[in-house]
């Protein structure tokens, strides 16, 4: 791990750490906004602090980690669309609110359905909307919009359904639109991975801590061979998943696709790790009060958000038959 | 990518098109084709520079950093060249525990020869030992200048083909198990040592059985001290853990063309399910990839922790199970059918069936995936180790 990466992990971890898993959606925010993860991607001449991808993957790593609530992704993606408005006036006005924690929000769903404006974390605080539609993407306020909320499995977000009424403002056009829509699709599905990938390795560590101090037949259960082997090829899983997270967080060549079965596999791996997580903690394991099933529910929920493995892993089969006839 | 590292690319590239064997699968399917294609390769490969990156510098070839080793591991794949499957333990194993624990004499005496080709085996497993090392039996004792070995060796990979073999004897039977090991260096040819080939289920026979009897091996072949040899093995055991994987990630990754020419020679092209399952592949072997490659960043930076290694291996051998069960799962009825194995073709040679019973090899050797869970488990993640209560047969009580 490079410096840079660890620092900021440590830091982010410990802005986090006295809050607690799934903290209040104010709180949250409040501490994404002043540790400054909203500006990591936005240029320095724009007021941001222009790191890269790696950046913005410690964290949504570290935000899915902690299970924190809020718009997060959906507010790094207007705030990337926005940094891409070149022409746009007022634009750095929006963008200073927008860093500062003023909700703008966007929606989580594939981006072949993004015009629908389904899965749109937030959109009841939220001043705006970025809709991405064809060949046109535009920030949208929200006055007099229908917001139906949608209640989730997952409580750990707030997602709603979002049918605008004004037209907003413009933020690209054209091939500048398609090729925005495609970045910000990338940024998306780098983020859901992310969260995953933070979060699989948040409860693989609760459920070992667990195993270690839960007695069974005389003995701690992580003395039992048979539960040792299904954490090992957890951590396995999850290792190797993370060094692909990394190598394509870092690679500026890396596009949709490779982001998109980048996804579909860390969600995987954090759907089997949470599942398995569930049968370790035994019967609490089942119960409301315990942690497990809110990793379980946010994990399913990733599953879906930013188009399913059917989808991406179809892609990615795609991808390596063409490729192999290269 | 750097500029030094696209000419070495270029570099590998362009030899490699003039110097790569052409048809050495078709010789490949009888023994006698096998060592003479294995042997003209790794000479080849001597004269070009490219068989021992990671030996030191000061060897002809050596020196050559990681980003290096692995443009050298990409073309050799891209090109389909055969895995130095003869000349392996020679050139990681032996070369390896020599140059950490052999004396200047003894690194002058042995390790000029492997780059001339002579060849090492290991002398580790016993038929009751398996995957538990310290539990070795063969008996050695120090007679003068000599010891005098008797006992069993099994899994000898190209045993039956080797002139040298790394052992591991017992001096000691008293006190812990570990301490009582020593590590010999072996001539093959010596009187009293018989080789015998073992056949595998899938009809190769890459692993010998060597029998051992009051075999006389001089004192000043002994590397390290006596009773240290399972500190040595353990140079010799992490030699291969690590570079090799990162090889055999990137030529299982070099291997995904067979399984997008089965899916196109069956027409499957469009089929949505075959289509994820090769996309699912085609992403775990990218994850195993970059796995072997953090694994070799952190080692080399010095932030390597016991049971890294673990996790690589076991990624490795379980993406090489999926690999290959989606060809035979492509390959049907055809790939029931007994076709003759290319001996050395690498792990992926598209003989289905075969590749998918090699893979078996890759799930129990050099650790078991049930030793490297426990070692993941155990080292890795810090969960409590198992009660040993239990002694060596045969101890004193």
């Known amino acids: ?326 | 990518m750097t500029d030094a590292l696209e000419t070495l690319r270029h570099d590998v590239r362009a030899w490699l098109e003039a110097n790569a064997p052409k048809d050495w699968r078709a010789t490949c399917t009888s023994h006698e084709g096998f060592l003479a294609t294995q042997r003209g390769w790794f000479a080849k490969l001597v004269e070009g520079g490219y068989a021992v990156p990671h030996w030191p510098a000061e060897w002809p070839g050596g020196g050559q950093g990681l980003a290096e080793q692995k443009v050298l591991y990409e073309e050799l794949a891209r090109a389909d060249t055969p895995r130095l499957l003869l000349s392996f333990m020679s050139t990681y194993h032996a070369a390896s525990t020599l140059f950490e624990w052999g004396s200047a004499e003894q690194q002058a005496k042995y390790i000029p020869r492997i780059l001339e080709g002579e060849i090492w085996c290991q002398g580790f497993s016993e038929p009751n030992a398996g995957s538990d090392l310290a539990a070795v039996r063969t008996r050695a004792e120090r007679r003068g200048d000599v010891y005098v070995v008797n006992g069993q060796k099994v899994w000898s990979t190209m045993g039956q083909f080797a002139d040298k073999c790394l052992l591991l004897v017992r001096t000691r039977t008293q006190g812990a198990k570990q301490a009582g090991l020593t590590y010999l260096l072996l001539d093959l040819k010596a009187k009293g040592v018989t080789a015998r080939p073992i056949h595998q289920i899938h009809g190769d026979e890459e692993f010998a059985e060597l029998f051992l009897d009051d075999v006389e091996i001089p004192v000043a072949d002994r590397l390290g001290d006596e009773g240290q040899g399972w500190a040595v093995a353990q140079s010799t055991l992490l030699s291969e853990r690590g570079l090799t994987l990162l090889e055999l990630s990137a030529r299982m990754r070099g291997a995904l063309w067979r399984i997008a020419d089965l899916i196109r020679e069956t027409g499957r092209e469009d089929d949505a399910g075959i289509l994820r399952d090769f996309g699912r592949l085609a992403t775990r072997i990218d994850a195993a990839c970059a796995l072997a490659d953090q694994f070799l960043a952190n080692r080399i930076a010095g932030h390597e922790r016991v049971g890294d290694a673990s996790l690589v291996k076991l990624t490795y051998s379980r993406t090489l199970r999926d690999f290959t069960s989606l060809g035979l799962r492509l390959a049907g009825l055809e790939a029931q059918y007994h076709e003759p194995i290319v001996f050395g073709g690498g792990m992926e040679t598209g003989n289905w069936m075969a590749d998918f019973m090699n893979s078996y090899a890759w799930t129990i050797a050099g650790g078991s995936d049930e030793v490297q869970r426990n070692i993941i488990s155990e080292r890795l993640l810090g969960m409590p180790r198992e009660p040993k209560t239990w002694t060596l047969a045969g101890d004193a009580a």
């Open chain 1, 1 to 326: 791990m490079s410096t840079d990466r660890a620092e900021l992990r440590d830091a982010t971890r410990k802005a986090f750490g006295a809050a607690g898993l799934a903290p209040a959606l104010d709180t949250s925010w409040n501490t994404v906004t002043e540790m400054g993860a909203l500006m990591m991607a936005v240029p320095e001449d724009l007021g941001g602090l222009g790191l890269g991808r790696e950046a913005v993957g410690v964290i949504h790593t570290e935000l899915g980690r902690t299970l924190a609530p809020g718009p997060a992704i959906a507010q790094m993606l207007v705030i990337e669309a926005l940094c891409a408005a070149d022409g746009l006036a007022g634009r750095q006005d929006l963008l200073d609110r927008a860093i500062a924690g003023e909700i703008m929000t966007a929606s989580l769903a594939r981006a072949d359905a993004w015009g629908a404006l389904t899965a749109v974390p937030d959109a009841d605080r939220a001043s705006h909307v970025l809709v991405v539609g064809e060949g046109r993407v535009s920030l949208v306020p929200l006055e007099g919009a229908a917001i139906t909320a949608r209640e989730t499995w997952d409580r750990t977000r707030r997602l709603f359904d979002v049918r605008p009424t004004a037209d907003g403002l413009v933020l690209a056009q054209g091939a500048a639109a398609t090729a925005l829509a495609g970045r910000l699709e990338a940024q998306m599905l780098l983020a859901l991975a992310g969260d995953c990938l933070g979060g699989a390795d948040a409860i693989l560590e609760l459920t070992i801590e667990y195993l270690g101090t839960r007695r069974q037949f005389d003995r701690p259960l992580a003395l039992f061979q048979a539960l040792k082997h299904r954490v090992a090829d957890m951590k396995t899983w999850l290792s190797a998943a993370e060094a692909l997270f990394w190598n394509r967080a870092t690679d500026a060549a890396a596009g949709v696709a490779e982001l998109g079965a980048l996804k579909a596999h860390a969600a995987s791996v954090y759907r089997a790790i949470t599942e398995d997580a569930v049968q370790l903690h035994g019967g609490i394991g089942l119960t409301m009060e315990h942690h497990c099933h809110l990793f379980l529910k946010r994990a399913t929920l990733n599953a879906t958000l930013g188009g399913d493995a059917d989808y991406w892993e179809e892609q990615a089969g795609r991808a390596a038959l063409r490729k192999a006839a290269s």
